[in-house]
């Protein structure tokens, strides 16, 4: 289903791989992609945005254009939780633009004070 934030989200990444040190890698992790595509006119983007489950935060995130539209913003994803198809606020036309996806970081009480954040720059290739 189209936007829809499930539980169990799975980055496909190693989340239990250690660094060149030989240690667990600590901090927040953050998916990023270089390239996505879609065909002209669509409504929703096949991406995987989310939040991996071995955070200890919880997570908003912003699909925006670099002349700052905002195509998608997240509910708060709580760790172990994503979406793979992005509801998209407009489609669009034939072209490259450059993109980005900003993770906002919080806690995960129900203050959630704002921590740090992180920005995903990519380039969304529309058919």
């Known amino acids: 289903m189209v936007g829809e934030i499930r539980t169990d989200w799975d980055t496909g990444i190693d989340e239990n791989s250690k660094g060149s040190d030989n240690t667990k890698k600590t901090g927040v992790q953050i998916p990023g992609y270089s ?9 929703s983007l096949h991406i995987s945005i989310g ?4 955070n200890t935060c919880g997570l908003y995130a912003t699909l925006r254009l670099s002349d700052g539209t905002v ?9 172990g939780s994503g979406l793979t198809d992005v509801p ?40």
Do not use: R, W
Not at 35 to 43: F, H
Not at 71 to 79: A, C, I, M, T, V
């Open 35 to 43: 390239t996505a595509e879609m065909n002209a006119g669509d409504t």
């Open 51 to 54: 939040n991996p489950k071995s």
């Open 71 to 79: 195509l998608y913003k997240s509910d708060l994803l709580e760790p």
């Open 88 to 127: 998209l606020s407009k489609s669009l036309e034939k072209g490259e633009y450059q993109a980005m996806i900003l993770y906002e970081c919080v806690t995960l009480d129900d203050s959630h004070q704002k921590l740090n954040s992180a920005e995903s720059e990519f380039t969304l290739k529309v058919k």
